[in-house]
């Protein structure tokens, strides 16, 4: 085992990270979220053992022996974004990082073009005294070296292989003979899989994270923060808010909640206030450790008298799990985003389910790179849902499962769940269980 990974491997321990999924009825506690100080240390060794190990793995497979990523302060390209130790918040004026595979089995070579290095996981290779112009420094470094590809962040596929500004471009290519800008090709396969692929130490941690998640929509759709015929769907929005403040967290998107209640033309939000009787929907993530959370979890409001959501409303829930597990199990090798869905979609309809599927990868963005699964505007194949699923990747199970509630005159509800797990090369884990019953509150 390498030397950084007892030091997250422990930490994963502190955190909690359970080896199986918890069940998701708030019995259990969440982990506590670490001081910040022993988040940069996590951070970083992830950091090191990540960049020992997947950068040269995907160079290697893609044929690519050189890439070039640059970025500028407050305009940040997501791959270098996520290579910055845990001090360096941002691209400092212009950051330029640069990996070289000399081949013949010789280590991957990874400097930054910088007066500062990065921690000591990227060391500078720039001393603006003997040579001012940074573009000619970088120039330099490539001459030198003489790579046959040249990978830079530009790509019309996905934002996440596009971080090289238009400006940067043109300096860049304005700094290389010709013949060097025949070598240019786009790093696609690089940053994608950068980004995609978690590490075994992220995939040890992520459970804790989203047990953190989980506790807070526990304690939202519960007595302690809704009270019926006073607390409305923003005043629930807001306490989420206002949670994730406190623990010291931030998240990725505003938290949505929705009522659903029989004769209303859908979910009702805003001013709502909520009452006896209502289903509740949530949409929900937090940002920790630089990894995220999507959730879509529900909760029932107990009418007087009632002790669990009626029988409707809970086969709209089960309709939705077995649409899930109808997804999940198209986690297979060499299947596609678009295959998936197709396949899922084809299954569900012959068990009579209406399906709407969209789910998609996730870890350090939210909607993050890899594979997308559906989009809920669009149920059939797209550009990106053509890329391949790979080892070790994280995804958000995001769906629903329109079913007719008879206690509610047989109107259709959409029944939205969303949970998030990974994919090891052959099957789906759920990180921290998926939702069967409803929070129920009252």
């Known amino acids: ?129 003997e040579q001012p112009d940074q573009w000619k420094a970088l120039a330099g470094i490539i001459l030198q070296r003489n790579p046959k590809k040249i990978a830079l962040d530009v790509s019309p596929l996905t934002a996440f292989a596009d971080g090289l500004t238009h400006g940067q471009y043109e300096e860049l290519t304005a700094a290389l003979p010709p013949e060097y800008q025949q070598r240019i090709v786009s790093a696609e396969p690089l940053a994608i899989g950068w980004l995609e692929t978690r590490s075994a130490a992220q995939l040890k941690v992520y459970p804790g994270i989203l047990a953190i998640a989980h506790s807070i929509i526990t304690e939202a759709f519960s007595s302690a923060v809704v009270k019926p015929g006073v607390t409305t769907t923003a005043d629930v929005q807001w306490w989420m808010r206002q949670k994730i403040a406190a623990l010291g967290l931030t998240t990725w998107f505003h938290p949505s909640i929705d009522a659903f209640r029989p004769g209303a033309p859908g979910g009702l939000d805003g001013d709502t206030v909520i009452q006896p009787g209502d289903m509740l929907w949530c949409d929900f993530g937090i940002t920790y450790m630089r990894l995220n959370t999507d959730t879509q979890q529900l909760a029932y409001v107990l009418k007087p008298g009632e002790t669990d959501a009626p029988a409707g409303l809970k086969k709209g829930l089960a309709t939705a799990n077995r649409l899930q597990d109808i997804l999940i199990a198209q986690y297979r090798p060499g299947a596609t985003g678009n295959s998936m869905l197709a396949a899922a979609r084809k299954q569900a309809l012959s068990e009579g389910i209406v399906p709407s599927i969209y789910s998609h990868p996730i870890g350090y963005a939210g909607h993050a790179a890899g594979a997308p699964i559906g989009f809920w505007d669009n149920q059939g194949s797209t550009p990106m849902g053509d890329w391949p699923l790979h080892p070790d990747t994280g995804f958000s199970i995001e769906l629903n499962a329109t079913v007719a509630v008879p206690e509610w005159g047989g109107a259709k509800v959409p029944f939205r769940l969303e949970d998030d797990g990974w994919y090891d090369g052959q099957r789906f884990h759920w990180l921290d269980g998926q939702q069967k019953r409803f929070h129920l509150i009252g």
């Open 1 to 129: 085992m390498r030397r950084t990974l007892p030091l997250l491997l422990s930490a994963a321990m502190l955190m909690g990270a359970a080896p199986a999924p918890r069940a998701l009825d708030g019995a259990q506690p969440a982990p506590a979220v670490l001081p910040l100080r022993a988040q940069a240390a996590l951070i970083d060794a992830d950091l090191k053992d990540r960049l020992d190990t997947i950068v040269p793995k995907l160079m290697r497979d893609a044929g690519i022996d050189m890439w070039v990523l640059v970025a500028r302060e407050y305009m940040e390209d997501p791959v270098v974004d996520t290579m910055l130790d845990a001090r360096s918040l941002h691209a400092r004026r212009r950051t330029i990082i640069v990996f070289y595979d000399p081949g013949a089995g010789k280590p991957i070579e990874r400097l930054t073009v910088s007066r500062y290095g990065l921690a000591g996981l990227i060391p500078p290779a720039w001393k603006p005294e």
